[in-house]
Every structure is written in structure tokens, then in C-alpha cells.
């Protein structure tokens, strides 16, 4: 997905299938990431951790997450910031939508390359 300068479509953010139960729609300015993230049932980010601020908000269903040693269950409404670092993982008992922001720009993201950490989930 290219950089995005001025205004832009959702529907013309290209969706990416990462397995199965996960699709994404990435869209990347110079300083930030923000990810548009669909997951079926069942769906499972692995523990892992990167050096991006991460901020989520749950738009549709529920996540399981774990911050750390924290653990809470996000429903639609829900946000949640995850320093640069801090080993992170969510499970999605229920077809859920959610939206993700990373500073600085998540470069992996770019190339439309499955995360390994999504890689069964």
C-alpha cells in the first residue's frame, strides 16, 4: 500500500487476505500506520511485540487481550495503547472489526506481507 498524501476512499484501500479468519485494509501516511482489521471467529494474534506505539479500538465484537501481564476482554467502544516493545497478543472469541494506529510508520505493513504472528490464526 502506498503513502497516502490528501484525501482518500476506504473502498479504495486495497483489502488483504492474511489467512482465513483475517483481511486488512492498511493505509499509511509518513509518520503513521492505521490498519482496518476483520476477524472471524476464532481469529488469533500470537504473543509478539514490535517497537510501534499501538493504539486499537474495537468497532465490532470482542477481543480477548493481553498488555503484558494484563489481561482484559475489549467490546466495541473499547481502546487500549500499547507502548513500543511491550509483548502483546488478542484472540477474537466473535466476528469482530478493528481498527489499529501505529507511529512510526509500520514499514512490514507495506510490502502486503502476513505478519508471522497472524500466520495460523
Do not use: C
Request: hydrophobic fraction near 40%; avoid cysteine.
Amino acid at each position: 500500500m502506498p503513502v497516502i498524501a490528501g484525501f482518500e476512499t476506504f473502498a479504495s484501500v486495497p483489502e488483504e487476505r492474511i489467512t482465513d479468519k483475517i483481511t486488512r485494509r492498511v493505509a499509511s501516511g509518513k509518520q503513521g500506520t492505521m490498519v482496518y482489521w476483520h476477524m472471524k471467529a476464532g481469529a488469533h494474534a500470537a504473543a509478539h511485540k514490535h517497537p510501534h506505539e499501538q493504539f486499537v479500538w474495537i468497532i465490532r465484537g470482542q477481543m480477548d487481550f493481553r498488555i503484558g501481564n494484563e489481561k482484559r476482554t475489549m467490546r466495541a467502544g473499547d481502546i487500549a495503547v500499547i507502548p513500543g516493545g511491550v509483548e502483546h497478543e488478542g484472540y477474537f472469541p466473535v466476528d469482530s472489526e478493528a481498527i489499529d494506529f501505529f507511529a512510526p510508520v509500520r514499514e512490514d505493513f507495506l510490502t502486503g506481507s502476513p505478519p508471522p504472528y497472524m500466520a495460523k490464526g
